[in-house]
């Protein structure tokens, strides 16, 4: 069991959300402190790169929100968290976030290279080579669900993990 426990989480992906929030839950000790992350990009993006959409305190506000409306969705009502949205490079972010809260575990949800959701394959492999804690990568529910178990000489993989050849 861990006291202090940080999720990254797309506040956008509701059933990624709720899946690494049951997970913190099981992992997290009674009366342990929950702290929910998510990074934005406060800049622009296109051939304009400064200029912006919408201010960054927009940006911020509205991930604040969506990042509440989760926790309150899925936490038990005897259950708090703590919100972080923070601007800038997610794996550097969450690194340093990590580090100033001093926590025991980190959970990722591991979307691969193709996600709108800035932790990607080189942001979760940057967290968890420089993260100053333990960190746990959930698999994509999308891919789990779409592949499914694989079979092997032995049976199913546990938890819809993948046969790898070498």
Not at 30 to 44: C, D, M, R, T
Not at 79 to 105: F, N, P, W, Y
Not at 117 to 123: N, S
Request: charge should be negative; hydrophobic fraction near 40%.
């Amino acid at each position: 069991m861990y006291r202090k426990l940080l999720i990254a989480i797309d506040p956008k992906d509701d059933g990624e959300g709720r899946r690494a929030l049951e997970a913190a839950l099981n992992l997290l000790e009674e009366g342990g402190e929950l702290h929910l992350a998510s990074v934005f990009n406060p800049g622009g993006s296109g051939f304009f790169p400064h200029v912006t959409e919408e201010a960054p305190e927009d940006k911020e506000e509205q991930v604040r929100h969506h990042l509440d409306l989760l926790a309150r969705k899925y936490l038990p009502l005897n259950r708090e968290a703590i919100l972080h949205v923070v601007a800038g490079s997610a794996g550097e972010k969450l690194v340093a976030l990590a580090g100033q809260l001093c926590a025991d575990l980190m959970i990722l949800v591991s979307r691969g290279g193709g996600s709108h959701w800035p932790l990607r394959k080189a942001t979760v492999e940057y967290v968890s080579v420089n993260a100053p804690c333990a960190v746990l990568v959930l698999p994509s529910m999308e891919k789990n669900e779409s592949d499914g178990p694989v079979e092997s000489e032995e049976g199913p993989c546990p938890l819809g993990s993948e046969k790898r050849e070498l």
